[in-house]
């Protein structure tokens, strides 16, 4: 199947700092993806999706100042989180498509990056 | 994109079949059916999709009624590994995936 890797897989920052977030798909091209956030014991929630070469559209409630988005290529989106505080600290989670999704909608996931803001 | 519903969690035997629930009452005719698992602190696994028949592949068997109501996703020989949250999610072509609280599944020896 298709793989998503992201980097880096854990991360711990100080309060006030920015964090960008890796997110590649190795074996596809992906048209789309997505930003997801999970915090504990809790299920994921869509943060934001990106096309390739446009703007991110963001879910309501997710600021997209704070959470800046890049699609850049085929292969690659970056998330960073800028002046983040510990109410930021939480497990990211991208996927990436490689179809417009006609037929149907498989999304392959990344492993997930966990974020801690102290 | 229609709402489902799962039991918050359940136990299985290990080496049993694992039958898991998901009632989706307002899917449409356009909509599929996804199952999903996340293993602890990890992204979210594919496990199978299906549009009105029955699917069955190397991990698991969806089985859709005929009105497509309600699905189950069965694991014919549960393991320690697959104790994980499984997440239904209907969704039409080309639309976003977006989770419910899933079934929390605990196989025991």
């Known amino acids: 199947g298709a793989v998503v890797s992201q980097h880096p897989s854990w991360v711990i920052c100080k309060s006030g700092t920015s964090v960008k977030i890796e997110c590649r798909s190795l074996?596809?091209?992906?048209?789309?993806m997505f930003w997801y956030r999970q915090f504990p014991k809790q299920s994921l929630m869509l943060m934001a999706t990106?096309?390739?070469?446009?703007?991110?559209?963001?879910e309501q409630g997710v600021e997209k100042d704070k959470f800046l988005i890049n699609h850049a290529s085929l292969t690659l989106s970056t998330l960073t989180v800028t002046s983040a505080h510990p109410e930021d600290s939480s497990f990211y989670i991208c996927?990436?498509?490689?179809?417009?999704?006609?037929?149907?909608?498989?999304?392959?996931f990344g492993p997930g990056t966990r974020l801690t803001v102290l | 994109d229609a709402k489902t519903t799962q039991p918050p969690s359940m136990d299985c035997a290990e080496g049993r079949a694992a039958n898991l629930p998901c009632n989706h009452s307002?899917?449409?005719?356009?909509?599929?059916v996804y199952w999903y698992r996340q293993i602890h602190s990890q992204g979210p696994q594919y496990i199978i999709h299906?549009?009105?028949n029955n699917e069955t592949n190397e991990m698991a068997s969806l089985i859709i009624t005929e009105d497509r109501k309600s699905s189950t996703l069965i694991l014919p020989h549960a393991t320690l590994r697959d104790t994980a949250v499984y997440y239904c999610?209907?969704?039409?072509?080309?639309?976003?995936?977006?989770f419910g609280g899933g079934t929390r599944v605990l196989v025991k020896p």
């Open positions: 074996d596809f091209q992906a048209t789309t």
């Open positions: 307002t899917i449409s005719g356009n909509e599929y």
């Open positions: 999610i209907v969704v039409a072509a080309g639309n976003k995936l977006t």
């Open positions: 990106s096309n390739e070469g446009s703007k991110a559209t963001y």
């Open positions: 996927s990436a498509r490689d179809r417009p999704g006609l037929v149907y909608n498989e999304q392959f």
């Open positions: 299906g549009l009105k």
